[in-house]
């Protein structure tokens, strides 16, 4: 009877794998609750994400995927360097920023050219451009901040407030002002390339587009941090709608959920191996979509999981030359760890083995996708900080949430996007740490008890609570707004 067209939302991700993947849940979760998407990519993401395209029409999802051209020439990246994780230094991120805000002409366009105008478009924090084109078109735009409240509340007062503008030192503690509690971070921990070029004026641009945005979605559940999610709200004045854990919606409707790169190891090969494992009993050790680990700390890694002695499943990312970690792994560690390790080289299903039954923990560079992928799954977490919004991530898991151990990341040299220039952690920190997480003494319980807890509250929220309801209500809002 509804001869109303759907509400119809236009999402712009920042490219680099952290931001693209819960975009692409986020599709999913406005699709499955009725409403239409557009998602713009670049032709290098889209053949990257073929096989979620692919996916989205074999369950006839009303979800469009758009590459605009991206014109790397213009601003000197190599042709189809158009993800983050493709760019060399932060020079290169400036470029591809710069890159992206041209998009702006194409993406008007292109919207003005199809029959109906989208009724709102959720774009990624990083891509502030788009709130010109929101009101050239005269739509609303919400940000999406695929952090956590808490992590955000920091970000914004750390940039409104310049906390930095006179700090020499990248290890100073500074006491954030205006934040509900005390709390004290450095330069060196937090979300911001502060000394590389055009960051003030990039974050400025944030900032005042946050402002200026209609509302903000997060990748959270409001009963995971309820502080400071009204905190967060109050200083932005504006509606902050929480609407995680998004990859449940995601991954609920195919038991393996396709969102980022194609796994490097066979699905059912993985699968077995931990079917063969013992409830609670593995330590899942992965650090994200972009960090490196140098030869160095790798072998510290696979000496400490070693002394362990427990059992692991552990993705390795390598920087260094590939022969190099072969060696490693050839020099009987594969051997001696045969019965009890399972090494991934690339990329992982996480969010499949996450949700095993056999894990028990997870040794993370507490990436929000990772960290909530971890939190909906009741998995405790060993926390190893290497850069942007990390650090305060592990503020919130271990002494907030209080589900995790921290590995003990010293300093910090610079603020970067490549592990190497963290300081390496030694194997005898890793041994302990993972013996604490995985123990069995009352603290340990404990963890593990809070963890499952949040598990329950996590699926409440996107299960009918609060995550669903505020979806529920973003699309009401766009509808029946004049
Ligand atoms: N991921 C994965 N397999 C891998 C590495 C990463 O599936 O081998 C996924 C992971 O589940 C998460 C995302 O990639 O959804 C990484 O995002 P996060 O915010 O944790 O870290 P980032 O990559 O942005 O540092």
Not at 109 to 136: F, H, M
Not at 204 to 215: N, P, S
Request: hydrophobic residues 40%; glycine residues 6%.
């Amino acid at each position: 009877e509804d001869e109303s067209p759907k509400p119809h939302f236009v999402l712009v991700p920042f490219m680099a794998q952290g931001h693209t993947i819960p975009m692409i849940d986020m599709a999913h979760l406005l699709a499955k609750q009725g409403a239409m998407v557009t998602f713009i990519t670049t032709p290098a993401n889209a053949t990257r994400i073929e096989s979620t395209i692919d996916k989205a029409r074999e369950l006839n999802l009303p979800i469009h995927f758009v590459p605009l051209k991206l014109d790397c020439a213009k601003v000197g990246l190599p042709e189809g360097c158009e993800n983050v994780d493709k760019v060399l230094g932060k020079e290169q991120v400036k470029s591809l920023t710069d890159a992206y805000s041209m998009l702006h002409k194409p993406l008007v366009s292109y919207l003005q050219a199809q029959s109906n105008l989208p009724s709102s478009i959720i774009s990624d924090l990083c891509q502030p451009w788009t709130g010109d084109v929101a009101r050239e078109l005269g739509i609303p735009r919400f940000m999406f901040n695929g952090f956590c409240a808490f992590s955000s509340l920091c970000r914004y007062i750390i940039h409104q407030e310049k906390v930095f503008k006179n700090v020499a030192d990248d290890n100073e503690l500074i006491i954030l002002p205006g934040f509900p509690h005390c709390i004290e971070i450095s330069k060196a921990r937090s979300p911001g390339n502060f000394n590389s070029p055009g960051f003030e004026q990039f974050s400025e641009k944030i900032l005042e587009e946050e402002r200026r945005a209609d509302g903000v979605v997060t990748n959270s559940f409001y009963e995971l941090e309820p502080l400071y999610h009204e905190a967060y709200q109050k200083k932005i004045g504006k509606k902050v709608w929480s609407v995680g854990p998004m990859f449940l919606r995601n991954t609920e409707m195919s038991a393996i959920a396709i969102r980022g790169d194609k796994a490097t190891v066979d699905q059912k090969h993985c699968l077995q191996w931990l079917e063969s494992m013992k409830p609670g009993s593995v330590l899942y050790v992965s650090f994200g979509s972009m960090a490196r680990t140098v030869f160095s700390q790798l072998k510290e890694i696979a000496l400490g999981l070693e002394a362990s002695k427990r059992p692991f499943l552990w993705v390795i990312k390598s920087d260094d030359k590939v022969s190099d970690t072969e060696k490693l792994l050839s020099e009987g560690f594969e051997e001696r760890i045969r019965d009890r390790g399972f090494i991934i080289r690339g990329w992982s299903q996480q969010a499949m083995i996450l949700s095993h039954p056999s894990l028990g923990g997870f040794m993370t560079h507490c990436g929000w996708n990772s960290t909530i992928e971890a939190v909906s799954n009741g998995v405790p977490m060993i926390t190893w900080p290497h850069c942007a919004e990390q650090f305060l991530n592990e503020k919130l898991i271990v002494d907030i949430l209080r589900i995790g151990v921290p590995v003990g990341v010293q300093n910090i040299t610079s603020r970067t996007m490549e592990a190497h220039e963290i300081s390496i952690v030694k194997r005898d920190h890793i041994e302990k740490a993972v013996l604490k997480l995985m123990g069995e003494d009352k603290d340990a319980k404990e963890r593990r008890m809070r963890a499952t807890e949040l598990k329950q509250k996590a699926r409440q929220a996107i299960d009918g609570g609060s995550s669903y309801s505020n979806i529920q209500q973003l699309i009401e809002y766009v509808t029946t707004r004049k």
